[in-house]
């Protein structure tokens, strides 16, 4: 099962605040234990906001803004992928993280959709429409072993 | 948190340091049934304890240091084990406490011990379904329910295996050591193809309902990452990793909403999972460096790595897959890579030059139940319009498989022979 791991943002992340060496080398720790353990897929830091942009939806309208925006709080700050059994085990590799942040800090575990979850998103049209479109293949192409 | 809560969290604190703890306790006791019993103990501790103190700061240290202590006492109240606690009383120092313990852990290569334990699970002695079960229990941390259900035998079954497996283990007195050398090499195929083994249930089951069971290809994965860790020079491991996360990648595209199988050449590929293609050609790339393209595996990815690479499958680089069976098929004699070259050939140089490959396995002994075969051959007989042949096979490969989704789509193959070309 894989989660998205985010590092919600602090002030100090914001203001581009690197951690110290100590904090990094812990955090570094911490990213070599999810490598040895096999469950780390992915991880980033991101850049304050203030180097960013946000791109706001309206219809067919389409604005540009640039950071820094706020609530701080609501912003990503980096993440990690991970592949565990369950979310008790996101839980419970992710208790071990050293604090991100100087200050008090959040992280949010969030389960990714995987496959099976689409499926009730086929309608029966859509499904009518790729079993034609899959007779049609099969009709003329060949049996390689997937 | 609620008692269920808790409880929860213990188990999958267990689940993340079980294989370290027990590989621990085998180093100092030099025995599988004892380090997993008292593993065991020290769970039950766990459980009763850590609902009120909470989750220690190292969870492994405290498992650990309990399961010495439950050690002891227990040696102590069994007199008949005097022996036992003589031989076994120097690794049991009784003056650790979690904190000793936590930084003899660090100290202690803990890579070495689950290496330790690796090869011990996979020793040569072993039955293969009984290394896979004791892998997959001692450093899977998976319940022997959980084994069951993953390979459709009754749970007896397992724990039979497991019971015997380190009875064979004690009896032949396995010294637990690392390999070294050549014998490290050997022993550590035999470690790659247990975990390929667990990743092949899981990619294509072999029997039952489901077509993929995607938990056993992760479960897999995530051993053969931790082996590339513990062993990175060996190329092999980079090679088995690359094709498995290469596999996995396609696993989302593999069955349909319904748990129908869609072939690879029919797949949208747009659900392939990039994250893992990448990290499939990097351990590949990984395997090459270390001068091991020619391992067995790292064939295997290479020709895993020509599917990712192409963007539709008419891009296929097929006769780079033809070549690359090539040459697995000389360095591992194995009829099944010549049937999945024969695939490549019909693909790179016409469905006749593949049917004739094909026709030279038809007296194969070790192909003789294999469903694939008659598959193929029904296959390349259907695209030269020998559709009443192509039926036959059709209908012999359905009758071979074991697995009911795979035995419907041969059929359905099978019915579709009659209706106009």
């Known amino acids: 099962m894989r989660f998205m791991v985010i590092v919600k943002a602090s002030r100090s992340s914001e203001a581009g605040v690197l951690p110290d060496a100590g904090r990094l080398a812990a955090m570094g720790r911490f990213n070599e234990e999810l490598v040895k353990a096999g469950v780390l897929l992915a991880g980033d830091g991101l850049k304050p906001s203030s180097q960013g942009v946000r791109l706001h939806f309206s219809g067919d309208q389409r604005t540009l803004s640039e950071g820094p925006f706020t609530p701080t709080g609501e912003l990503v700050a980096g993440y990690w992928v991970i592949d565990v059994r369950s979310l008790d085990e996101a839980i419970a590799w992710?208790?071990?993280?050293?604090?991100?942040?100087?200050?008090?800090?959040?992280?949010?575990?969030?389960?990714v959709f995987e496959a099976e979850d689409f499926g009730e998103a086929m309608t029966p049209a859509l499904r009518e429409q790729e079993d034609r479109l899959r007779d049609e293949v099969a009709a003329r192409s060949g049996s390689a072993r997937a | 948190m609620t008692t269920t809560n808790t409880h929860r969290a213990i188990e999958a604190v267990w689940r993340i340091e079980s294989a370290r703890v027990i590989a621990t306790l085998v180093r100092m006791l030099r025995s599988l049934d004892l380090a997993e019993e008292l593993a065991q103990d020290a769970l039950v501790a766990a459980l009763e304890r850590w609902p009120q103190t909470g989750v220690p700061d190292n969870p492994g240290a405290w498992l650990v240091t309990t399961a010495k202590h439950r050690a002891i006492d227990r040696l102590r109240r069994d007199r008949l084990a005097e022996r036992k606690f003589e031989e076994f009383g120097h690794a049991l120092d009784a003056a650790t406490d979690v904190r000793d313990e936590a930084a003899a852990m660090a100290d202690d290569d803990i890579g070495d011990d689950l290496l330790r334990l690796v090869f011990a699970t996979c020793h040569p002695l072993l039955p293969t379904d009984a290394r896979v079960a004791l892998t997959l229990r001692l450093l899977g941390g998976l319940a022997t329910d959980e084994i069951a259900r993953a390979f459709l035998v009754p749970e007896a079954t397992i724990a039979q295996r497991i019971v015997r497996a380190k009875r064979t283990l004690a009896k032949a007195a396995v010294a637990f050591e690392v390999p070294r050398g050549s014998e490290l090499e050997e022993r550590l195929a035999s470690v790659l193809d247990v975990v390929y083994l667990v990743f092949n249930e899981g990619y294509s089951a072999t029997a039952g309902n489901d077509w993929t069971r995607p938990d056993l290809c992760a479960e897999a994965l995530r051993l053969g990452r931790v082996l590339a860790?513990?062993?990175?020079?060996?190329?092999?491991?980079?090679?088995?990793?690359?094709?498995?996360e290469l596999q996995a990648s396609r696993l989302r595209a593999r069955v349909d909403a319904d748990g129908e199988p869609i072939l690879l050449a029919e797949q949208d590929r747009a659900r392939w999972d990039q994250l893992?293609?990448?990290?499939?050609?990097d351990a590949l790339a990984r395997a090459e460096r270390l001068g091991g393209a020619f391992g067995n595996y790292a064939l295997q990815g290479a020709i895993a790595a020509c599917h990712a690479r192409a963007k539709n499958s008419d891009q296929?680089?097929?006769?780079?897959?033809?070549?690359?069976?090539?040459?697995?098929?000389?360095?591992?004699?194995?009829?099944?890579?010549?049937l999945n070259r024969a695939v490549a050939v019909a693909?790179?140089?016409?469905v006749q030059a593949g049917l004739d490959l094909v026709d030279a396995l038809a007296s194969e002994p070790a192909l003789a139940n294999y469903h694939l075969l008659p598959s193929v051959r029904a296959d390349f007989l259907f695209k030269l319009e020998r559709k009443a042949e192509a039926r036959g096979e059709f209908e012999r490969?359905?009758?071979?498989?074991?697995n009911d989704r795979e035995r419907a789509f041969l059929l359905e193959r099978a019915a579709r022979c009659d209706a106009a070309s």
């Open chain 1, 94 to 111: 992710m208790r071990r993280c050293p604090n991100p942040h100087d200050e008090d800090a959040d992280i949010e575990i969030r389960p």
């Open chain 2, 316 to 338: 296929t680089d097929w006769a780079r897959i033809a070549s690359l069976y090539a040459v697995l098929a000389r360095q591992t004699a194995s009829p099944v890579v010549e």
């Open chain 2, 276 to 281: 893992l293609i990448r990290r499939g050609l």
């Open chain 2, 229 to 244: 860790g513990l062993v990175p020079a060996e190329p092999e491991v980079h090679g088995l990793v690359a094709l498995m």
């Open chain 2, 397 to 402: 490969a359905a009758s071979l498989t074991r």
């Open chain 2, 347 to 350: 693909m790179s140089s016409g």
